[in-house]
């Protein structure tokens, strides 16, 4: 076993502490990181507070992972001792289902192995995150990172960049198209980024007329204050896609309305409870509704190249791994833009 550290929580109430932990020994087929920087996710609130339900206690979260290989397997060829590499918010999957065959193990029908609060494929070892100093991970569940982008700022790609470009690959988001990002956080900062990336038309729809300047800041061509009821009017009926990035209760009726007939609308958000529609928001114009998961293997590879390519990173605020429940605080408030990391150097 491979002694490691980080920082866990012992139950729901708990703070986040330093905690001792071993790794699995590095198998034919796994590579040893050692983690350099960790992105924190909304998410990862969630789950140490069991807000979702099904915790696993002690429970180290983290699945916005970015460091260096610094130890290979005998079967390994995808990777060498240095190279830079990422993990996600999985590390593995039945491998046999449809789903994973067809490259959407985030979408495993016999259920993925999450980074963290998710059982080994023992049915007993639970498995631990980021938010410490090394990771285990088999070659086919682990992603090439560019040396071309700073790391600090990748790791948020992990999760936040995957949820928001599988959407608007799956949709076919491009020139010509008029395309709303509804909320400017974690998420929808990335949302903006990868939309205007792809040649859209972006508008920033909002809660918070102070969120303007960033908005366009990040590239956007428009932004809509959802207050502000004589442009949520002439807004009907406008979009070919909304992108709804919000994990808190917000009005989905008032966001449909401004799809396009045969138009769009996919959440990628998790509000901790369940939303009403009106039927009525749909049917009359034939809208769809949808939802989104993050990405398989294959297309966050793909995300993280894109990315590469055209100069594509999260906007950040690096932290100290002893400033993680300030951070929560912080996160909880929207006072971050956009995206925590966590330094694991300074574990």
């Not at 590390?91 to 029908?109: H, P």
């Not at 993050?294 to 999260?314: F, P, W």
């Amino acid at each position: 076993m491979i002694a490691s550290k980080g920082y866990a929580a012992q139950n729901s109430k708990s703070p986040l502490a330093p905690f001792s932990f071993d790794r699995r020994e590095v198998g034919s087929n796994d590579v040893l990181i050692e983690i350099q920087f960790c992105g924190v996710c909304h998410s990862d609130l969630h789950q140490i507070r069991d807000e979702w339900g099904g915790a696993i206690y002690p429970m180290v979260p983290g699945h916005e992972i970015v460091g260096k290989i610094s130890k290979v397997g005998a079967a390994v060829k995808k990777f060498k001792v240095g190279d830079l590499a990422g993990v996600g918010c999985f590390v593995d999957s039945c491998r046999t289902c449809s789903s994973c065959k067809a490259g959407n193990e985030q979408y495993c029908e016999n259920g993925m192995i999450g980074t963290y609060n998710s059982y080994d494929k023992d049915g007993k070892t639970p498995t631990q995150g980021g938010y410490s100093n090394f990771i285990v991970v088999d070659e086919n569940y682990t992603l090439r990172i560019s040396d071309k982008l700073p790391l600090d700022a990748v790791a948020p790609l992990l999760c936040a960049g995957i949820t928001t470009y599988s959407p608007l690959m799956h949709w076919k988001v491009g020139k010509g198209q008029k395309v709303a990002i509804v909320g400017l956080g974690g998420l929808g900062h990335m949302g903006v980024k990868l939309a205007v990336s792809l040649g859209a038309d972006v508008t920033v729809v909002s809660t918070s007329p102070g969120k303007e300047k960033d908005a366009l800041a990040l590239g956007a061509h428009h932004f809509l204050v959802t207050t502000n009821k004589d442009a949520v009017k002439k807004a009907r009926n406008s979009f070919d896609f909304v992108l709804d990035t919000v994990s808190g209760a917000h009005d989905l009726d008032l966001y449909l309305g401004m799809v396009k007939p045969d138009g769009a609308m996919v959440m990628v958000g998790l509000p901790p409870e369940a939303l009403p529609i009106d039927a009525f928001s749909l049917i009359p114009k034939r809208k769809t509704l949808a939802g989104s998961m993050i990405g398989g293997i294959r297309e966050t590879q793909e995300m993280l190249d894109y990315c590469a390519k055209h100069n594509i990173v999260s906007d950040i605020e690096v932290i100290a791994i002893k400033d993680i429940e300030a951070a929560y605080v912080r996160m909880v408030k929207g006072d971050v833009r956009y995206r925590f990391v966590i330094d694991m150097a300074t574990l």
